[in-house]
């Protein structure tokens, strides 16, 4: 994975994506500018959660945009996907490496400086910083970063970092200077009127 394909990394949200299909939002997305692509699904079984990645996966691979799948690691095996995001309470780190082999990227959420640390002793391929901010969007998470403890994060960590929670085109330019690889967006594309310009907008901001 090259740090660079975290500059925009859209997490898809079907319930933000104003009943649109999923599949246009991405494409759109990707169309602007999206780097990365993460698919989250908590609702669905796992045979429509295959289903939707295999949709995703033609438009992704003509992009050279990459697909990773939220938390479940059958579902990145089923459809040979980029890559799998796993959070703290998900598969270990050291058993989703072994089924997923060295070429897929995993991505790390960490939510404190302890786990920021931890995660330097593992072979992940980026951390996912998250909360940067509060946000609707999730609600289960830990006090958020703010800049400050972004900044210091993302000095202290030997691996790519991406910023997540309360990313949009007001809080990003802020975010970027802190040295962050890239920002993890969810309802400034899911839910824009323009997901296209939207993502053109937000990989166009100086770092």
Request: proline content about 6%; hydrophobic content about 45%.
């Amino acid at each position: 994975m090259r740090p660079e394909q975290l500059r925009l990394y859209l997490v898809t949200d079907r319930p933000l994506s104003m009943g649109r299909d999923i599949a246009w939002v991405v494409e759109e997305a990707v169309r602007g500018g999206a780097t990365m692509v993460q698919l989250r699904e908590k609702d669905i079984d796992t045979r429509e959660f295959i289903a939707l990645a295999r949709r995703l996966q033609p438009i992704l691979k003509e992009a050279g945009v990459p697909l990773i799948i939220n938390d479940r690691v059958d579902v990145a095996l089923a459809v040979d996907a980029g890559g799998v995001h796993i959070g703290q309470s998900d598969m270990p780190y050291d058993i989703a490496r072994r089924l997923l082999g060295p070429e897929k990227i995993i991505g790390l959420s960490v939510e404190n400086m302890d786990e920021v640390r931890e995660a330097n002793s593992l072979d992940v391929d980026y951390i996912g910083v998250s909360p940067v901010y509060s946000t609707a969007t999730k609600t289960d998470t830990a006090p958020p970063f703010g800049l400050e403890g972004l900044r210091e994060a993302v000095r202290i960590s030997r691996h790519p970092a991406v910023a997540i929670g309360g990313m949009n085109a007001r809080t990003a330019p802020d975010v970027l200077k802190t040295g962050v690889d890239g920002i993890a967006v969810v309802s400034a594309i899911c839910s824009a009127e323009d997901p296209r310009k939207a993502a053109s907008a937000l990989v166009h901001l100086p770092d």
